[in-house]
Structures are given as C-alpha cells and as structure tokens.
C-alpha cells in the first residue's frame, strides 16, 4: 500500500467515524477548517457527508492505479462501498441502523436550526434572499486582494473555496441583532512542502442588514505559520485595526499591530503583507498594489 493510499485511508476511516469533530481534518494538518467542524459539528453535517464523499472517491482512484477494482458510478456507492471495505479491514462492523438514525436526525436538527433562524429574521423584515454564497465569495475576495494582495504567495486555489453562510439568533428581548449572518469562507491548499503542512485561507465575514460588511477576520496559514488580521469600519472607512502571526511549531504567539481607531490604513496594510511574505519563504519579493487599496 502506498503512503498516498495509507494517508487516505486513515483519514477516510477518521472522516467516517469522527467526521462530524474535524478528527480527519486535524490529521491532514487542516487546522482552520477542522476548528471550524469542532464547533459547528461538522458543518451542520452537510461538510461531514461532502468529505466521507471526496475522500471515498479519492481512495478508489489511488487504489485502482495499484489493482483492479469494480468502477462505481454513483458518489452515494462510492462512500458506501469503501465504507464497508474500510470497516472489514478493521474488523469493525458497519455502523448499526440506531447509529445511522442518530447521525440523520442530529443533520435534521441542524437544517432545521438554519431555516428556523432564516424564517425569524424574514418575518422581522430582512430580505433574507440577497445573503448568498456569491455575495460572501466577492466580499471575501475583495478584502483578500485588497488588504493582504501577497496572499497569492499562498498554494491555494479559489476553486477549492468552501462557503458556509448561516442567519445569526434573535436578541434576548427578541429583536434582529446588528450583525444578522455570518459568512465563512474557507480553503485548503497544498502542502509547502512533501508530506508537510497544508496553505490554508479563513475568513468569517459579518453582515448588517442591508448585507453590507461590517466586519472580517482572516487568517492564512503557511509554513506552519498563521497570520491573522481584523478589519472593522473606522470612520466610514474599512480598516485593519489587528494582526497577529502565531508559530504552530513552537507555539509562540505575537501581536504584530494593534489599534483600535487607527488614522490610516497604510502602515497596518505594509506590516502584514510583509510578513505574508516572509512566512510564505517570499521575502525580497515586492509587495505590489498595497499602496492602490480601494476596498
């Protein structure tokens, strides 16, 4: 068995019985998008089922470059299929009917938690349609390309991009709170290296009313290193007011910048790219465009 094989198969293994924790996602080193499946329970389930699928598929490809294997045309046999294969090598049976009418109705709740927070904000009068996966997509682009433009040192992919957008729950006192939905935009890339870690993209962007930003984090990772940056409205004008970079190999933390009400967006804008820069290897390289932000 190859290691490709081997990888795939224990992450494969992983995704299906501990999918909905990001279990398989934090042994791929996918640390933004595992956190994220840690706390939403995969998603809502919905990124739990779309990984079993990919990863199944992805098995059977690397598997059938080796030996002869049976082609399974529908995605729903594929993850069927390895599940059960993966599951006799173990020696472990499938998992009981109890267990699978657990999983569907813990999903079921889960869809049923985001329409009935959808169908709250609509009858207090928000136009719930204008929130869609393209306006997070274009928002989130546009606050990458203009504030942190040396993240195209990144080995990731806007095709890969995974969008996840859900409506925010009433106040205590039952009234439409200021941010109404949170758009989370995700990538994960290749490996800096051979069996190394993975460049990955974060970013959670929240929304008035009237489907305007008011504010964004993000965060890049690359060489094992994270580098986060907030942006909020200041004066009228979007501006970083923090950036961080946390070492995952040593665990050491630094606050690059910090300010609350900053004048200018300049000096914060030329720290952090510069240090996207040095943490993606690329550090004599210029910083094209920071000087032209227009978002």
Not at 51 to 59: H, M, N, S, T
Not at 108 to 115: F, Q, T, V
Request: hydrophobic letters at 40%.
């Amino acid at each position: 068995m190859t290691d490709d094989l081997q990888r795939t198969r224990t992450e494969l293994i992983l995704c299906i019985f501990l999918g909905w924790l990001g279990a398989h996602r934090f042994y791929a080193r996918k640390y933004g998008t595992a956190i994220i499946y840690l706390l939403t329970m995969g998603v809502f389930c919905i990124g739990w089922i779309r990984d079993i699928i990919v990863l199944a598929k992805r098995y059977f490809s690397l598997k059938k470059g080796g030996s002869t294997v049976e082609v399974v045309v529908s995605e729903e046999a594929v993850a069927q299929a390895v599940a059960r294969e993966m599951l006799a090598n173990m020696g472990v049976s499938e998992p009981s009917e109890e267990w699978k009418a657990a999983s569907r109705e813990r999903q079921h709740l889960a869809d049923e938690g985001r329409e009935e927070r959808k169908r709250r904000m609509a009858e207090l009068g928000l136009d719930v349609a204008i929130f869609t996966d393209d306006m997070v997509r274009e928002d989130v682009l546009s606050i990458l390309d203009n504030f942190s433009p040396a993240w195209d040192v990144l080995r990731v992919s806007v095709d890969d991009a995974e969008i996840v957008g859900d409506f925010q729950n009433l106040t205590k006192t039952g009234k439409m709170p200021k941010n109404v939905f949170d758009g989370h935009y995700s990538i994960d890339g290749a490996p800096t290296v051979p069996n190394g870690p993975r460049d990955m993209v974060m970013v959670t962007v929240r929304y008035l009313k009237d489907a305007s930003v008011n504010m964004a984090d993000a965060h890049l990772w690359t060489n094992n290193i994270c580098i986060g940056y907030s942006v909020r409205l200041v004066d009228g004008e979007y501006r970083i007011t923090s950036i961080t970079r946390n070492d995952l190999n040593t665990g050491v933390q630094d606050t690059l910048y910090l300010d609350n009400a900053p004048k200018e967006r300049e000096t914060a804008m030329a720290i952090l790219n510069k240090e996207i820069r040095k943490s993606g290897g690329f550090a004599n390289v210029p910083v094209a465009g920071v000087a032209d932000c227009t978002w």
